[in-house]
Each structure stands twice: as C-alpha cells, then as structure tokens.
Nanobody, 122 residues
Framework: QVQLVESGGGLVQAGDSLRLSCTAS????????MGWFRQAPGKEREFVAT???????DYADSVKGRFTISRNNAKTTAYLHMTNLKPEDTAVYYC????????????????WGQGTQVTVSS
C-alpha cells in the first residue's frame, strides 16, 4: 500500500515562497505519476501540477510561472516549490499518486496524502 506524507506548509505573506514535500513509501515511486492538488474552503479540489513517471510536467494556468514541481526518485519524494504566493493560493495542498500517466483530474489518482495547510496573508 502506498503512503504519502506531505510537509512544508505554513503561514506566509503575499510574495513569499514555500516548498512542499511529499514523501512516498510502500510502492515503486519511480513508476508513479505524482500530482499536487489543492482545496480551499467551500471549493472543489483543483489541479495544481503533475509530473509523470517519465518526466513530462504540467501546471494549472493559475500557477504557471510561479510554481515548480519536481521529483527525486532516490528519495521517493516529490516537491512543489511555490514562489510569489498570493492570498488566492490559500488552501490545503494534497499530493497524490497513480501508476499511470499524467492526469488533471483528482478522481484519477489512487493514493493521497493527508494534506498540508498553506495560508497566504495579504
């Protein structure tokens, strides 16, 4: 069973940066597509970024140019480096994994972390 543990969230000011980490265990990380999603209060969970097992990367339009997704297979960890944070980035951020190619849809992901809160004050 794959387990995902996120870390790195916190309270920051607009314009600051944060790096989220997602460490996986119990599976074959190099074969997993990793995704980051976020959910704000009263809103549906939305796609943020994905990095496939073979390398292709994609981002939501709202974070392009500000967020960078990466992975270190040796450390079985995926990262989301967030810069120039805005109040509208405030949400619980979740990492997710699947043993298939990239997807923007949260229902396509099999494994989920517990989430980490990111709060951006103006």
């Amino acid at each position: 069973q794959v387990q995902l543990v996120e870390s790195g969230g916190g309270l920051v000011q607009a314009g600051d940066s944060l790096r989220l980490s997602c460490t996986a265990s119990g599976g074959t990380f190099s074969r997993q597509t990793m995704g980051w999603f976020r959910q704000a209060p009263g809103k549906e969970r939305e796609f943020v970024a994905t990095i496939s097992r073979s390398g292709p990367i994609d981002y939501a339009d709202s974070v392009k140019g500000r967020f960078t997704i990466s992975r270190n297979n040796a450390k079985t960890t995926a990262y989301l480096h967030m810069t120039n944070l805005k109040p509208e980035d405030t949400a619980v951020y979740y990492c997710a994994a699947r043993y298939s190619g990239s997807s923007y849809f949260f229902r396509d992901y099999t494994y989920w972390g517990q989430g980490t809160q990111v709060t951006v004050s103006s």
